[in-house]
Nanobody, 123 residues
Framework: QVQLVESGGGFVQAGGSLRLSCAASGRTDSINVMGWFRQAPGKEREFVAA????????YYTDSVRGRFTISRDNAKNTMYLQIDILKPEDTAVYYC????????????????WGQGTQVTVSS
């Protein structure tokens, strides 16, 4: 089992920045991909970004590319999401997830999830 704990959410004005963290514990040697997803009120959970644990390859959904940066610290078993130039439409609960395998973009392929952290952006 892998446990994931997010932190770093908050309330910010449009144009501001936040850094989300996701600390992994447990059988971290069993995962090779970690990702960020978000769910806005009334909408389905959607893919935001992912990173491969060994090589550090990164993937982003188009709406955040250039504003969001995903990274990881292998020594700390922690993944980060730097969010810049926040927009009101970025308001959502942000979840981190972990898995072993391909298909980085689908929520259904990730067995491990954190509890989520709220990001609220005011206009």
């Amino acid at each position: 089992q892998v446990q994931l704990v997010e932190s770093g959410g908050g309330f910010v004005q449009a144009g501001g920045s936040l850094r989300l963290s996701c600390a992994a514990s447990g059988r971290t040697d069993s995962i090779n991909v970690m990702g960020w997803f978000r769910q806005a009120p009334g909408k389905e959970r959607e893919f935001v970004a992912a990173i491969t644990w060994s090589s550090g390859n990164t993937y982003y959904t188009d709406s955040v590319r250039g504003r969001f940066t995903i990274s990881r610290d292998n020594a700390k078993n922690t993944m980060y999401l730097q969010i810049d130039i926040l927009k009101p439409e970025d308001t959502a609960v942000y979840y981190c997830a972990a898995k072993n395998g391909r298909n980085l973009f689908s929520t259904t392929t990730y067995p491990y999830w954190g509890q989520g952290t709220q990001v609220t952006v005011s206009s």
